[in-house]
Each structure stands twice: as structure tokens, then as C-alpha cells.
């Protein structure tokens, strides 16, 4: 397998942009990953991309050009933008193409995101009952953590916290103001034990990355960032899940633990080789739990590091960098995208006032969604 | 008026209330709402009675649809029930003060009046509710 690089970078910034179509904020993003990579559209030999709600990626060639490329369309919830990623990096790794570019792009309804049953192979009754809302499972998978694993309150409000002070030095991000602790903590309950600071809001936004194989990157004066692993896994037996009616009382495990461990063989390296993170953050206990889930430290042991502020920029290990979905939102089809995004732009030190000191050389990042998916990426400068 | 139940096959309101799970018949696993692939799957009764595994508090309205709840909407307590060598059911949770909801405490089956339909008719759920020594 040939080693790929990113070469290229760009976002739309994330939030709300009235007027312009999820489609275009993508198309954007293309063109900003384009121009950081001294190409254009018509050099781009393939694309992959997608979003969960703002229609088929593929139709963007009427934004950027009409040049014949072979252009796959992705949906595959909250691992799109990390689906996409894995398409681009496959068909430069094997040989077939030089240099292409992965999409994700996404515009949803405010509030809470709007499921029904039948999109789940569900019974009708499961939604009209009131069981279709996300919120609901992250904070029943949180609430039996927290009692399992002693998981205070506090920590959940410290890491809402970070997020929103590393989101002030992100041009991206949507939620750049501090907000302190004690507002974070006294803030309206939204689904117990988690304040309305505490869950990440669906937002909009798009992110593109120009991929290329070495030889490609090196006439480019590009080849700083590569990718060590790139992987999407589904749910093993006994996970617990979003949308769940049931579950078995084996426990089992969970597809952030498959798609970690891949990424981590993969790459060649463990979770102590890495020097910055971007963790799924839907709401402030899932990045807790998810520090655990991809091998950073022992269930319980979050407590600790978060008092310790071992996850701030310039702690023992980063995590969400930019404010993560807390601070910039949840466009399904982007997140994915701007976690690798955020990790390349630290690997080159263009992170300004929340750049990671100390030149960091490996970057995580990692998403998990519905229906029981998780993808995990590795980059190496 | 009537009343009559969320959906059908999910529970029974007599003798008492029942929940009506799926048992696969080769592998013998237990899940609910019963699959209707019954080639597969034979109906079973739950059990009654269990512990509290996790809960949470709904507390602004579910959208519409799905949701078809009252729109007068008060918050109501959610969780899963561990029902022993069975599974574990995801309900809504009644007769609760959620100041004195903890994981592991004892529960039992019960149904509820849930909402009215558009011709009057009451529509009625299944629902866990602790249990009451006495």
C-alpha cells in the first residue's frame, strides 16, 4: 500500500450560515482544501463525500465544475465525513489514483434531531412513545457510568469548559465565548445528569481534504502529514446503543473499542504514542467516556485528569482542540472531517492561540454515532 | 370511549400486567418487543419484577412526529429495567420522585394512560414503577 498524504485543508466555518445550502458550504470547504494544496477542481481525479441531511454529495459538481470525475456519494450517519476519508485514502493507497478529495458537508433544523422509527427498522410505537431522542441514551449511558465509575458532576462541567475556552482561538468554531464552570453546572437540565452546555447542539458546516500519494505530495512541497490509519467499525454483540428497545444482560463491548484497536494496529502505535486527541463529544460524558474507550486511561481514572487539566492544550494529552461538537456543533456529515482537519492543522503548527506545544507528531481523532458506528483516524507528521 | 394499548403484542393489562417478549427459538435468546418473524421467534411473558440499570429525565418535549404524547407537556422519567435471565427493557418510568431515582433499586410492571387519541379513544403504555413493600 502506497502512503498517503493530505496535502490539502479547508472548512466552512460551523454554526449557522443563513442563505447558503449545506451543498455549498462544502463546495467552500473544496475550495479552500483546493487552494491550501496549490490545485483546482480539475485536478482532482476522484471525490468522496456526503452528508446525513443537506442531499447527495455528488450533485456539488455543479458548484465546482463539471469535469467527468467519478464522484461517490457517502451516508453513513455520524461516520460519513470518516467513511469518505477512508474511500480517498483507499483508492490513493492502492495506486489507483494520485490525488483526489474527501467531503463532508451538513445542514440541519435547529434543535433536537428529528428520527423516526422506520429509519431505524423500529416499530412505529417506539417514536410515538417518545423513546426517538439521542439525548436520552447519552445520558443513560453517562448516568450508569458515572454510578460504575465514580464520575462527579464537575468533571462533566470541566470539560464543557475546555471546549468553549480552546473554541475562543478557533476561527471555525461556532461557541467562542468562555462560559464558566458554575454556569455550565446551573444551567437548565436537559436530560439528567446533563446541563444544556453540557450536549453539543446540530449545527452546519462543511470541511474538504485533498488527499495525495507521496510522490504527488513532494512535487507539491506537501508531504508533512500522513496518514497512518484510517477505519470505520460497527457494533459488537452486547454494546449498548442509541434507539435500543432492549438489550441482552451480557454486557459486551462497543464499537469505539473495535475501531480503536484497528487504528491503533494499523498505525504500529499505542495510545501512549500520541500527542493530541479529538473524541467524539455529542455531550460532555461521552468525551469522559470515550478518553477510556480509545485507551488514554482506566474508567475512573478521568476524575483525576480533568482536575489535573491534563486534556487542556497544553496538558499530558489535548483533547478537542478546537472546542470539539460542544463548541462547534454537529453537522453529521462534517464532524468527522473537521476532527482530521483540526489534527492536520496542529501537526503543521498552524494552530495560533490554541496550537498544542511542543510540535506534536501524532494526532487522533475519533467519532461515534448512531446506529452503533464509530470510525478512528491516525495521522503522523 | 376506549382504550386500548400503544400497539399490539407489546403487553397485557390482564390477570395483570405482562410484558410480552421474544424468545429465539435456536439460540434461546431473549429480546423485546417480540420480531414478528415467527419462524424465528416464539412469544414469551417477562418477568414482572427487576432492578433499575440506568434512568434519565425527558425533560422538554420529544418532536412531533414521532411523538404523540400530550402536547401539554410535563417531564417524565425514562429508563432500562434488568428483568433476571431475560434482558433488559427500555420503559418509561412511573409513580417516580426523580430526586430518589438510583440505579439498582427493585421495580415492577405496570401500564398507564398515555395520550388520547384523535377520536377520543385513550392510549395506553407500558411502564415500570418502583415497587412498594408492604
Redo the contacts between chains.
Keep these: 500500500m502506497e502512503d498517503v498524504y493530505i496535502v490539502g485543508i479547508g472548512i466552512h466555518p460551523f454554526g449557522r450560515t443563513n442563505g447558503m445550502s449545506g451543498l455549498q458550504q462544502g463546495a467552500n470547504a473544496a475550495r479552500a482544501a483546493m487552494a491550501d494544496a496549490g490545485l483546482e477542481w480539475p485536478d482532482m481525479q476522484f471525490g468522496f463525500g456526503g452528508s446525513d441531511s443537506a442531499g447527495n454529495a455528488d450533485t456539488i459538481v455543479n458548484e465546482l465544475g463539471l469535469t467527468g470525475l467519478p464522484f461517490i456519494n457517502v451516508k453513513n450517519g455520524c461516520a460519513t465525513g470518516g467513511s469518505a476519508l477512508i474511500g480517498s485514502w483507499q483508492a490513493i493507497a492502492s495506486g489507483a489514483h494520485d490525488v483526489g478529495i474527501a467531503i463532508g458537508f451538513d445542514k440541519h433544523p435547529r434543535g433536537a434531531f428529528n428520527a423516526l422509527p422506520a429509519e431505524y427498522s423500529l416499530p412505529e410505537w417506539y417514536g410515538e412513545a417518545g423513546f426517538m431522542v439521542t439525548t436520552q441514551f447519552f445520558a443513560m449511558k453517562l448516568q450508569r457510568y458515572m454510578a460504575l465509575h465514580g464520575i462527579s458532576p464537575t468533571s462533566l462541567g470541566r470539560v464543557a469548559e475546555k471546549a468553549f475556552r480552546n473554541a475562543v482561538h478557533a476561527d471555525h468554531a461556532w461557541r467562542r465565548s468562555p462560559v464558566d464552570i458554575d454556569t455550565i453546572l446551573n444551567a437548565q437540565m436537559i436530560s439528567d445528569p446533563l446541563t444544556k452546555y453540557m450536549f453539543c447542539s446540530p449545527a452546519e458546516g462543511g470541511v474538504a481534504l485533498v488527499l495525495a500519494s507521496a510522490k504527488k505530495a513532494r512535487e507539491l512541497g506537501r508531504d508533512q502529514v500522513r496518514i497512518k490509519a484510517a477505519v470505520v467499525r460497527t457494533r459488537p454483540p452486547g454494546s449498548f446503543e442509541v434507539f435500543s428497545p432492549c438489550m441482552d444482560i451480557e454486557r459486551g463491548g462497543a464499537p469505539t473499542l473495535l475501531a480503536s484497536k484497528a487504528a491503533y494496529e494499523m498505525a504500529g502505535i499505542g495510545p501512549q504514542d500520541i500527542d493530541l486527541a479529538q473524541l467524539q463529544d455529542t455531550e460532555s460524558g461521552a468525551e469522559i467516556m470515550h478518553m477510556a474507550e480509545n485507551g488514554f486511561c482506566g474508567d475512573g481514572d478521568q476524575e483525576e485528569w480533568l482536575a489535573n487539566g491534563w486534556t487542556n492544550i497544553d496538558g499530558r494529552l489535548p483533547v478537542n482542540t478546537d472546542g470539539g461538537c460542544l463548541a462547534c456543533g454537529e453537522p453529521i456529515g462534517a464532524s468527522g472531517l473537521r476532527q482530521v482537519y483540526e489534527n492536520a492543522l496542529q501537526l503543521r503548527g498552524l494552530g495560533g492561540g490554541r496550537q498544542v506545544p511542543d510540535n506534536p507528531r501524532t494526532a487522533y481523532s475519533h467519532v461515534y454515532g448512531a446506529p452503533g458506528i464509530s470510525g478512528v483516524t491516525i495521522l503522523e507528521r | 370511549m376506549g382504550a386500548s394499548a ?2 399490539e403484542g ?1 403487553f397485557r393489562e390482564t390477570p395483570e400486567p405482562t410484558l410480552i ?1 421474544g424468545r429465539h427459538r435456536e439460540t434461546g ?1 431473549i ?3 417480540c420480531p414478528g418473524d415467527a419462524t424465528r421467534w416464539e412469544a414469551v411473558d417477562l418477568p414482572r419484577r427487576g432492578t433499575l ?8 418535549r ?2 412531533s ?5 400530550p402536547e401539554d407537556f410535563t417531564p ?1 422519567a ?3 429495567v ?1 428483568l433476571p ?6 420503559t ?1 418510568l412511573s409513580g417516580v420522585d ?1 430526586d430518589r431515582l438510583t ?1 439498582g433499586m427493585a421495580m415492577e410492571l405496570t401500564t398507564m394512560s ?1 395520550s388520547t387519541d384523535a377520536d377520543g379513544n385513550e392510549v395506553r ?1 407500558y411502564a415500570f414503577t418502583p415497587v412498594t413493600e408492604g
Design positions: 400503544i400497539a407489546l417478549g435468546r429480546v423485546f418487543p440499570w440506568s434512568w434519565t429525565v425527558q425533560r422538554f420529544p418532536k412526529p414521532p411523538y404523540t404524547g417524565f425514562i429508563g432500562y434488568e435471565s431475560a434482558t433488559i427493557v427500555e418509561q426523580f440505579i398515555f403504555l
